[in-house]
């Protein structure tokens, strides 16, 4: 028995995976490329496989999201000759198996949904894709994320996602959120699951109340807390990582690729970041975002207050990616903390830094 289990070098249980389960992978493996969670040299990764048994199942968040399939790095939007718009690209990809996405990232994936609900791009792509949450629970109180949320009776309910599978020590439960998620559930022979009907982005109530205080404590605070950011602007190298694996960072640029034939070329979409000095520059050359201090505000700014202003929906899931990759320790959960503290009580520059884990 001992070996049939794997240990994760951060000692995480990886159990085999079970019938049902296979059952279900296998039957979307036979019209989709099966994306999913797979150990490599620096973590685990959503990748493409086709061994079911080289999928990781637990509770560790991904390195990357599903962000770098749906709304790849670089895409091709569409061919020109001369003045003559050739044709615009259609997507035409295989369809994609998103398997093992997180509540979390499921959370990022609504306001991808938000965001690009007119982008064509997108939405093929999305129409081609069938998503397959997953959840491992230890403890019936486990918390999930920066913010520390927990699975509620209504979560599901506010994401979606085709399939969902939750994986709790009473076993493996199944939740369609889609009609095609019940065709998958049902062809693979899965009879026992439950559906459940999207209801919207947000519930009822409105955003939750760490969310609301984040706002407050974001809004306006290149005023109130200056040299906090001033602070953080002189140690930010401006790298842009952390918008790079955000799960909730969208922003993006365009550009031409000229061809060898003369005159002919395509326009190309490329992710941007508002980290980087050349993407505040408009018209005449001015750039608004002439500091890093100002570009990062503008990154906080833009997650917890002006897409809950644009959205009604928080543009920080509490992923903490941006955390683990910053080379040099800014701490989303540490800043925002400070943010809640009056002025006179700010910390240095250096307890401003990601806790020694
Ligand atoms: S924790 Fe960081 S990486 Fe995760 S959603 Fe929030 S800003 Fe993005
Ligand atoms: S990863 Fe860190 S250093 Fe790089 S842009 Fe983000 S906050 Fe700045």
């Known amino acids: 028995m001992l070996n049939n289990l794997l240990y994760t070098k951060e000692c995480d249980i990886i159990y085999p995976m079970k019938t049902n389960l296979k059952k279900l992978l296998k039957y979307i493996q036979q019209e989709h490329k099966l994306i999913a969670p797979i ?24 390195e990357n999201s599903f962000k770098d399939f749906l709304f790849p790095q670089e895409q091709e ?3 020109f000759k001369g003045a003559e718009l050739v044709k615009p690209k259609q997507y035409t990809a ?8 997180s ?19 997108f939405q093929a792509r999305g129409n081609n894709t069938i998503v397959i949450g997953y ?31 939750l994986d709790s020590n009473t076993g493996l439960h199944f939740f369609s959120g889609s009609p095609k998620g019940q065709k998958a559930l049902t062809q693979a022979g899965i009879e026992d699951f439950e559906n459940v009907e999207y209801v919207g982005p947000v519930k009822e109530s409105g955003l939750d109340q760490t969310m609301v205080a984040n706002y407050k404590k974001v809004k306006n605070s290149f005023k109130t807390h200056r040299k906090l950011w001033e602070e953080l602007g002189k140690r930010c190298l401006a790298c842009g990582k952390c918008s790079l694996v ?22 190309v979409l490329n992710w941007d970041t508002c980290f980087y000095s050349e993407f505040s520059r408009v018209a005449g050359g001015h750039k608004f975002l002439d500091t890093v201090a ?18 009604s929906i928080p543009g920080c899931v509490g992923c903490g990616r941006c955390i683990k990759v910053c080379p040099v320790a800014i701490d989303i959960s540490r800043v925002l903390a400070e943010l809640g503290k009056p002025v006179s009580k700010l910390a240095s520059r250096k307890t401003l830094k990601k806790k020694k884990s």
Not at 94 to 101: C, K, R, T, V, Y
Not at 103 to 121: G, N, T
Not at 136 to 142: E, G, H, I, L, N
Not at 153 to 165: K, P, Q, R
């Open 39 to 62: 150990k490599k040299d620096h973590g685990v990764f959503l990748s493409q496989t086709k061994d079911l048994n080289k999928i990781i199942l637990s509770s560790q968040l991904t």
């Open 77 to 79: 939007l569409f061919d």
């Open 94 to 101: 295989p369809g994609l198996a998103l398997f093992g996405i």
């Open 103 to 121: 509540i979390i990232d499921l959370r990022a994936l609504s306001l991808y949904a938000q965001v690009f609900r007119h982008d064509p791009y």
């Open 135 to 165: 959840l491992k629970v230890a403890t019936p109180d486990q918390t999930f994320g920066i913010f520390k949320e927990r699975l509620e009776e209504d979560t599901l309910e506010h994401l979606e996602f085709d399939v969902f599978v």
């Open 246 to 267: 955000c799960p909730t960072c969208f922003c993006f640029s365009t550009h031409y690729k000229f061809g060898q034939k003369k005159k002919t070329g395509k326009k």
């Open 294 to 311: 100002k570009r990062i505000f503008f990154w906080y700014e833009h997650k917890f207050v002006r897409i809950p202003d644009e959205l």
